[in-house]
């Protein structure tokens, strides 16, 4: 069935009508004001339901008579369609019963909801990545239960799959063999009774401590509702499908605090246990456990350390060698906060220590702050468990302050390139670097080599073969070596005249990028949080700040040990990720061209002498 015929004036009266299509029938019987039911026989496989990003949300909820019915809030069309989302229908039933909260009689959702035996997930929006992990429809946080098991990467994700803006918790899924091909998987954890499906873990249960048996994947999460509690699923088929554990939760906050979340669990062997770390307001707690059903409290970090602009959330917790050095091995504690970190929004900060099983104590003062990453769009980053010795971490690209609007719709949310943490120091500090993660490079096709050049108070056009045709998929890797002081740099641009820049800032010792004219920039919005950027240290020139996301970020050169700086940079649909010296400085940058940049610009500006060299690029493709 394609349409439903006045529905508005049956509905409001209490009357039952319906419709015939190619599969099922749907009745519409008015419960109560505001309140119908729908009654579907035969039912196809999903109800397409017609949404509209700018109506509140109403709620749908599957009627089976059990108490574990959950009603899902869905922004249901009432004047325009912008998409539609599927929603599941029993399969095999005779009938299938939807009630339906909150539409108006006069709504178009009454004659735009439809059945059908499938969903088209085809990637119809220029704004979809072509090499980044995206969930094929639908809205995307957090990276959830990061995982390695079997030969398979298992990225699980804060989803909601009923509109490409925030609500419904669940978690999705999708597994890849090397980390960069993805293949989406059915729903693995769905919002229930007890509240939305928040951000968590996996681990690898290798002596079936938990119960579940050898080998069994255990997934750690957040129970938000009017509280926040730890919960626990397991899987014995390599993480295709949980069963929620019945003991649930199995943590609670012992104090009541509200914001407690996002747990991390890892094995620590001097203890021979389970630890589980979680952010609780401006502190991460530690607890540990043997069984992972109960977890005593063991300490807490955070009071007066690094940035503090709000609550953490999302820890991870992970060891490494300094330098390579396995004698000399620390804990980095990461650390994501929202909103107020250094350009507005959201950041991802860390703290380098040593952990005893009881306490972590940062080597830093506690004014000292480090950013895993210089750019505005990268969240809730956390690590894959079970990789040996490697740490791979994995951002969600994007910020609260805009993230529910940027200008895409078929899906929202995407994550940046996986990247591999390794310790460095610089003077007293020892610092992370997060490098692109070697499996990217699979992605290299076609690639171009450019002879060096300098550019002298000018720029120099990259011949357009270099990544003409790339489709706005490459990455273009150089050496940049200024001569004095200066700016001096490159520019991804396209036939409209929108360009990102990427420059070095030698005066003022930083590696800048400006999206100010990248492209769409105006539903960036206004915000407070910039002056707790500047608390920060993170001064912006005024003409670097539009709005927030009209403005440029920038890392500082002191990370690198000067003279000439290797740059990497990775574009794609709507992402610039540049990573300087293998990681030293990180920046990941969202961007919304109205075409896909196809051009490169060398310059250098006034008073400037730049060397371009070893200029290699590469279109890059799955
Ligand atoms: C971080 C976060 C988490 C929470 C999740 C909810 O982006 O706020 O703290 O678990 O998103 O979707």
Redesign the pocket.
Known sequence: MKRLFAAAALAAACMVMAACGRRGTITVECESEGSDLLRITNPARYLLLPVEEACGEARVTLVTGGRDDVPMDVRLAHGEVDYFVPFELPEDAEEAVVRVEGVEPDAIFWEHVSLSDSFDTENTDIYRPLYHHTPSYGWM??PNGLVYKDGEYHLYY?YNPYGSM?GN?HWGHSVSCDLVHWEPQPLAIGRDTMG?I??GCAVVDRNGDAGFGRDALIAFY?S?SDRQVQCMAYSTDNGRTFTKYEGNPVLTPFDGLRDF??PKVFWYEPAQRWYMIV?ADRQMRFYSSRDMKQWKYVSAFGDGYGAQPSMF??PDFVELPVAGDESNRKWVMIV?V?PGCMFGG?GTEYFVGEFDGREFVCDSDPDKVKWLDYGKDH??TVCFSNMGDRVVAVP?MSN?QYANNTPSRQHRGANALPRELSLYTMGDETYVAADVAKEVRKLRRRSSRVSDITVEAGERMLPETVIGKSGGAFEIEMDVTLDDGGRAGLELCNGAGERTSIYLDIFNRRLVMDRSVSGVVDFGGYSDDIAAATNNGFEMAPDHYQNDFALATWGPLALCEGGTYHLDIFVDRCSVEVFVDGGRIAMTNLVFPTQPYDRVRLFAEENTTAHFTGIKAYRLAL
């Open positions: 946080n957090d804060q925030w918790m939305h928040f951000s957040t938000a979340r996002d952010s959330e999302c994501n929202n959201s969240y809730a969600w609260w």
